[in-house]
Nanobody
Framework: QVQLVESGGGLVQAGGSLRLSCAAS????????MGWFRQAPGKERELVAA????????SYSDSVKGRFTISRDNAKNTVYLQMNSLKPEDTAVYYC????????????WGQGTQVTVSS
C-alpha cells in the first residue's frame, strides 16, 4: 500500500500560480505512475497530469496543457503540480494518485486539496 498526502492548495486570483505537492510513503517502490486529478462540484473527476515513474515521461489534459507542469523529486518521493495562469474554471479539489505494479488503474489516493481561483 502507498500513502499519499497532498499540500499546497488555497485561494488565488485568476492569472496567479500555485504549486501542489504530493508526498508518498509506504511501498513506494511499487509505483509505476503518478497522476493529478481534479473534481469540481457537479463534475466528474478528471485526470489533468500524469507521470510515468520509470521514464519520467509526462502527459496533460488539453484543459491544462501549457499551464500546468508535473514533476518529481525522487529523493523525497514527492510529486509536484506547478499551476500557472490559473483560471476560475481550474477551481476544484485536486487529488494525487498512484498506480502500482500490475494495476491498470490508479488505486492509491490522497485526501485531496482545495484550489479556488477567483475572478
Amino acid at each position: 500500500q502507498v500513502q499519499l498526502v497532498e499540500s499546497g492548495g488555497g485561494l488565488v486570483q485568476a492569472g496567479g500560480s500555485l504549486r501542489l505537492s504530493c508526498a508518498a510513503s509506504g511501498r513506494t517502490f511499487s509505483i509505476t505512475a503518478m497522476g493529478w486529478f481534479r473534481q469540481a462540484p457537479g463534475k466528474e473527476r478528471e485526470l489533468v497530469a500524469a507521470l510515468i515513474w520509470s521514464w519520467g515521461s509526462t502527459s496533460y489534459s488539453d484543459s491544462v496543457k501549457g499551464r500546468f507542469t508535473i514533476s518529481r523529486d525522487n529523493a523525497k518521493n514527492t510529486v509536484y503540480l506547478q499551476m500557472n495562469s490559473l483560471k476560475p474554471e481550474d477551481t476544484a479539489v485536486y487529488y494525487c494518485a498512484a498506480r502500482g505494479v500490475g494495476s491498470p488503474k490508479y488505486d492509491n489516493w490522497g485526501q485531496g486539496t482545495q484550489v479556488t481561483v477567483s475572478s
